[in-house]
C-alpha cells in the first residue's frame, strides 16, 4: 500500500467514511485511518444502529405484552429471550459494518488501521508509520460520551451508552441520569423489557433545546409508559454496594438532599469532541472553549490542508449531520460548490411515538422576534392513524407571518423519524405552508396529518 494519499481521513465514522467514499468517487487516492477493528464509527458500532435494533425488539415485546389483543390477536405465555435479542442487535451491527468494508473495497479506498496523530502539514503518523495527504487531512473523529465528575463509570452497574446496549439481566431499577436523547431511548428500551425506570434530569425539563410543546407531550407519553421523571435534580454522589448504587440527589436550586436505591445506573449528559491526541495543539489547529475545531465556510481548521466535520466542529452532533458534511467536503474538495442548509437538517428521537424537528421552534423564532403562525393537527384525526391504533401526537408547523415561508416542523406520534422527511424537503426548497397544504397526499397515510397541519397554519383544516 502506498504511504501517499490525496488525501487521508482520520475517523471511520458516518461523517469519515461517507468522505473517504465520495472523495474516491470524485478520482482522489483515499486512505481512512480508523483505531477500532471494524468501520463505522459509535455510530454503527455502539450508538444509533444497536439502539435501534434495540428499540425495535423492545417495542415488539411491549406489543406483544399490551397492544396485540385489540387486533384480534391473542398472545399466550409470553417470555424474554434477552440473550437472543442481544445476538440480533450485535448481528445488525456486523452486517452494517462488513457493509461500509465493502464499499471501501467498492471504492478502492484503503483502511488503515491504528491511532493517527497528526504531525505536520499534510503529514500523519499511524502508531509510528508516516503518511502522506497531497491534499487534505480530514478530521472526522466523532464524540465520546460525558461522564459525571467523581462517579467512575465501570460498564458493570455504573454505565455509558455503550453499557445500557449490552447489559446481560434486566435491571430491576434503572436510574437514567440526563433527559436528552440517548437517555429516553435507552430508558424506554429498558422499560418496555421490565425495569422500573427513573429519569433523573438537571434542568426543569426533557430534551433540552427541542420545542417546549413536543418536549411537554414527551414527557406525558413516557410516563404514562412508566417511566418516572425528577426534573431540576442533579446527582451529587453515587455508591456502589451489594445491592447495587446509591445515588444522592439534591434540587438543582437547593433544597433536602436524598437517595435512592438502583440496579444499574445509565450516565447520559451529553456527549464530547474526540479531538485530543491527535496532534492539533502540536501543529496550531485552534480549538473553541468545548474542544471543538475551528472551521470556516469550508470545514478548513486554521492550518492549511487540515479539514474537520461532524461532532468535532460546532452543530447538532447527528450522524446524518457528519455525512452531509463528509460528501460536502470531498466535493468542495474537487472544486464544486455545495451547498449544506443547517436550518433543514431534522433530528429524531427513536421513542414510541417518535419525535422528529426540523427548523426553528417556537421558542427560537420568539427570541428572533420573528412573527409567526402557527398549524396543528393531532394523528387522533388521522385516518391511518386510528386504522394502526397509533393515534398519540401531532403535526406543528410554523410559519412566517409575512411571507407563509415554513420555519420549523415538529412532529410527536407514529413514524414521526419518516414523516419529517417530507418537511425537511419542503424547507430545503424554501416552501410556504401553502405549498404544502397544495400537495397532494395519498390517503390514507400518516403524512396527510402533516397537509392537515399546513392547511391549518391558515385555519382551513379540512378534517378537524
Partial sequence: MSDSFDVIVIGAGPGGYVAAIRAAQLGMSVACIEKRETLGGTCLNIGCIPSKALLQSSEKYAEAQHALAQHGIKVGSLALDLAAMMARKDKVVAENTRGIAFLFRKNKVARVKGRATIVGAGRVEVDGRPIEAK??????????????????????????STGALS??????????????????????????????????EFLDRVTPGMDGELSGALQRALAKQGLTFRLGTKVTEARRGKAGVTLALEPTKGGA????????????IGRRPCTEGLGLETVGVALDNRGRVRVDQNYASSVPGIYAIGDVIA????????????????????GERPQLDYDAIPA????????????????????AGVAYRIGKFPFSANPRARANADTEGFVKILAETETDRVRGVHIIGPDAGTIIAEAALAMEFGASSEDIARTCHAHPTL?????????????RAIHI
Fill in 167 to 200: 447489559l446481560a439481566s434486566v435491571p430491576r431499577r434503572l436510574v437514567v441520569v440526563g433527559a436528552g436523547y440517548i437517555g429516553l431511548e435507552m430508558g424506554s428500551v429498558w422499560r418496555r423489557l421490565g425495569s422500573e425506570v427513573t429519569v433523573v
Fill in 447 to 459: 403524512n396527510e396529518a402533516v397537509k392537515e397541519a399546513a392547511l391549518a397554519v391558515a385555519g
Fill in 315 to 334: 452543530g447538532p452532533m447527528l450522524a446524518h449531520k457528519a455525512s452531509d458534511e463528509g460528501a460536502a467536503l470531498a466535493e468542495l474538495l474537487a
Fill in 135 to 160: 491534499r487534505a487531512i480530514i478530521i472526522a473523529t466523532g464524540s465520546d460520551s460525558i461522564g459525571l465528575p467523581g462517579i467512575e463509570i465501570d460498564e458493570q452497574t455504573i454505565l455509558s
Fill in 348 to 367: 429524531v428521537i427513536y421513542t414510541w411515538p417518535e419525535v422528529a424537528s426540523v427548523g426553528k421552534t417556537e421558542e427560537e423564532l420568539k427570541e
Fill in 257 to 268: 438532599r436524598e437517595t435512592i436505591e438502583a440496579d444499574a445506573v445509565l450516565v447520559s
